[in-house]
């Protein structure tokens, strides 16, 4: 009996990621044999950073950018995870041509996050950022404060920091979320930080609309299949928590970055297959690794 294969409407590019790859797009389709730089990958998936890169989007770090012989005739795309005040800074002082897609929602956040800094500071309070260390939308935050706050990626790690007094209960505090987290992780975060304020905590819903919806969609399409290929490039920080979801309800939950990597012993006569992926999976991936599934797989 063959499979049944299905892909869930709601995976693939989140706003802020189709609004970056439609203005890089239009740009070098604008200015043909013209290349596009791009601070940092435009978005985590290596299959679509290899289709860009075939049509002139040049992934490229703040050090490859000074060595750059004619930075005024030269674009750089600032991608949606945002950057730290000082990028603009830089790309300013070499004239680089700045093309800001920071997604709105990233930029609604970095003013929040400077906005409660300003509110804390005189009273000696702390800004708590629920985040990947490192992550590049971090980062943009942390930016906003002179790195003056503290960012934990789980449970534990809150606990730690908050043992080595890193984060101090008898003073105010503000908790954000880096907008691509899960909501469930982050209530757990912040429960156990209201628990422990003794001078009050103030806690910012901060993740976005849409990926907190995806949490909600994606539980409800894996309980529906019988096996799940969850389609993510390997640097995907969302693809890593959402397979993780998909993996908790539905245990034949497989991770693939490419549809070649499917095996045909996950499958059994008749399994209803549902393909699904990150907010950073690009559609046109997911269609192929139906088409590979239902073309090879018996």
Request: net charge negative.
């Amino acid at each position: 009996m063959a499979l049944e294969v299905e892909i869930d409407r709601h995976s693939g590019f989140c706003g802020g990621v189709i609004r970056a790859i439609g203005r890089a797009e239009r740009f070098l389709a604008d200015s043909p044999g013209r290349k596009l730089y791009s601070l940092g990958a435009i978005v985590h998936n290596e299959a679509e950073l290899k289709r860009l890169g075939e049509k002139g989007l040049v992934t490229v770090t703040l050090e490859d950018l000074r060595d750059i012989e004619e930075p005024g005739s030269e674009t750089l795309l600032i991608r949606a995870h945002g950057e730290p005040p000082e990028t603009y800074a830089f790309a300013e002082s070499i004239g680089i041509n700045v093309t800001d897609c920071t997604c709105p929602v990233v930029l609604k956040l970095q003013e929040s996050i400077r906005e409660a800094w300003e509110r804390l500071n005189p009273l000696g309070g702390q800004v708590i950022i629920f985040g990947k260390v490192g992550h590049a939308e971090v980062l943009g935050l942390l930016g906003q404060v002179d790195g003056d706050a503290v960012v934990v990626e789980n449970l534990e790690m809150l606990r730690l920091a908050l043992q080595k007094g890193e984060i101090r209960t008898d003073v105010p505090l503000e908790i954000f979320s880096q907008t691509t987290k899960s909501p469930a992780e982050y209530s757990g975060i912040c429960e156990e930080l209201s628990g422990r304020a003794q001078a009050g905590i103030k806690v910012h819903q901060t993740i976005c609309s849409q990926v907190a919806s995806r949490h909600e969609q994606l539980s409800e399409f894996a309980r529906g299949h019988d096996v799940i290929i969850f389609v993510s490039g390997a640097s995907s920080s969302n693809g890593k928590v959402l397979y993780e979801l998909c993996k908790s309800i539905n245990p034949r939950t497989f991770h693939i970055a490419s549809p070649e990597e499917s095996d045909p012993s996950w499958f059994r006569p008749g399994d209803k297959v549902g393909i699904c992926g990150a907010t950073s999976t690009p559609r046109w991936l997911l269609e192929d690794a139906a088409r590979h599934i239902e073309g090879t797989i018996v």
